[in-house]
């Protein structure tokens, strides 16, 4: 099941993180049951809390009446509403109740789209990028500690990407900074494209690198997607304000557990990896 974020539709009931990891997150109640937990893997909203369980609780709409309940899903610690631990496994929801997990606490509406407006604003503000809309570089990490956490328990494979782009200083030197921005940006959403759902994350890792997870694929899989990254960048066309520029890009993949454990250590690896498509000329991928 995937979960989508608030785009253009701020009707539909929804769930926003309130307090705790993934402050500003904004969930649309999109099907008749989410399981709410930790676990990348089986929870439809992630919750990425200590504190919570890997199915958590379950959100539902009831047969009916076509309204929504909360109930226990076998986390066992009680369902906590507003604060105030309720009695039983279930709970009927109204708009604006607060879910407590763990520490982290997410609001239910489905009757106010302005306040639904401000916290896909907030989102923004929080875990994004301004410039190329990924993640911003404190959520993505966040992310891959998460994710490399939930592998290492399921003994699935992660591939990491850290890409760098190709002669940006030309195109700054040539056309100015402006059109070197825009650059960015769209690269940005080129990478983003290519990291659309299944708990795929990329941010800005600075001026004009990249960096990206890619859980549940091998070394030789992320290669790919590291290598249709690198197709799609050579084969566009930059242009803003009458002013076509062309570039390339350099990527480096590692994978856990081969390349390493922990984020520091696979963030080297794939830097490592970048630096060897760089001297091989650019516009390369190596692992």
Do not use: C
Not at 59 to 72: C, I, K
Not at 112 to 131: G, I, T, W
């Amino acid at each position: 099941m995937h979960i989508q974020r608030k785009e253009d539709r701020i009707d539909r009931p929804h769930l926003v993180v309130l307090q705790g990891p993934g402050l500003g997150d904004f969930f649309e109640i999109d099907h008749d049951a989410l399981v709410l937990g930790s676990d990348p893997f089986s929870a439809d909203i992630v919750v990425r809390d200590v504190e919570v369980e890997p199915r958590h609780v379950e959100v539902y709409r009831e047969p009916g009446s076509g309204g929504y309940a909360v109930r226990d899903i076998g986390a066992g610690k009680g369902i906590v509403i507003n604060g105030e631990a309720l009695e039983g496994s279930r709970a009927v929801l109204s708009d604006g109740d607060r879910i407590t997990l763990g520490d982290s606490v997410l609001e239910f509406s489905h009757k106010d789209p302005v306040k639904a407006s401000f916290y896909d604003e907030l989102h923004r503000l929080v875990n994004q990028d301004h410039l190329t809309g990924l993640l911003s570089k404190a959520r993505f990490d966040d992310e891959f500690e998460h994710h490399l956490e939930a592998t290492a328990d399921e003994e699935r494979p992660l591939g990491v990407l850290m890409a760098d782009i190709d002669g940006l200083k030309k195109i700054n030197d040539a056309n100015g900074h402006l059109l070197g921005e825009f650059v960015v940006g769209e690269i940005g959403r080129i990478v983003g494209e290519l990291h659309e759902g299944e708990g795929r994350s990329a941010t800005r890792f600075g001026g004009d690198e990249y960096q990206s997870i890619l859980p549940n694929l091998t070394k030789e899989e992320a290669l790919e997607v590291a290598e249709e990254i690198r197709r799609r960048v050579q084969a566009h066309a930059f242009e803003q304000g009458g002013v076509t520029a062309r570039t390339t890009i350099s990527i480096g993949v590692a994978a856990y557990p081969e390349d390493g454990t922990t984020r520091e250590a696979l963030t080297r690896a794939a830097d490592e990896a970048l630096y060897r498509a760089k001297r091989a000329g650019g516009n390369a991928v190596s692992a």
